[in-house]
Nanobody, 124 residues
Framework: QVQLVESGGGLVQAGGSLTLSCADS????????MGWFRQAPGKEREFVVA????????NYADSVKGRFTISRDNAKATVYLQMNSLKPEDTAVYYC?????????????????WGQGTQVSVSS
């Protein structure tokens, strides 16, 4: 059974940095495309970035390109999201998700497993 556990959320000032982690307790982490989504109150869930099982291919939303970096360590069954130059508009609950697919999906409905979410708040 896949269990995704997120950590690293918190409160930061604009321009600061934060790194999120998502660890899988299962044994097939290397097979999954991993994605990060975020959702602010009153807004739709938004795609942030995804990475294929091998880590060879990535896809970033335009809003975070150049500021966020996704990576994964299959030996540790962990995916990371390094966030730099944070803006107040980045404030949201961030969710880690896994898809049983060899390709990158940018829609939340394509993902099979979800973490509990972690709050990221960026102050002006």
């Amino acid at each position: 059974q896949v269990q995704l556990v997120e950590s690293g959320g918190g409160l930061v000032q604009a321009g600061g940095s934060l790194t999120l982690s998502c660890a899988d307790s299962g044994r097939t982490f290397f097979m999954y495309t991993m994605g990060w989504f975020r959702q602010a109150p009153g807004k739709e869930r938004e795609f942030v970035v995804a990475i294929t099982g091998t880590g060879f291919n990535t896809n970033y939303a335009d809003s975070v390109k150049g500021r966020f970096t996704i990576s994964r360590d299959n030996a540790k069954a962990t995916v990371y999201l390094q966030m730099n130059s944070l803006k107040p508009e980045d404030t949201a609950v961030y969710y880690c998700a896994a898809a049983r697919s060899p390709v990158i999906w940018t829609t939340s409905s394509r993902y099979d497993y979800w973490g509990q979410g972690t709050q990221v708040s960026v102050s002006s």
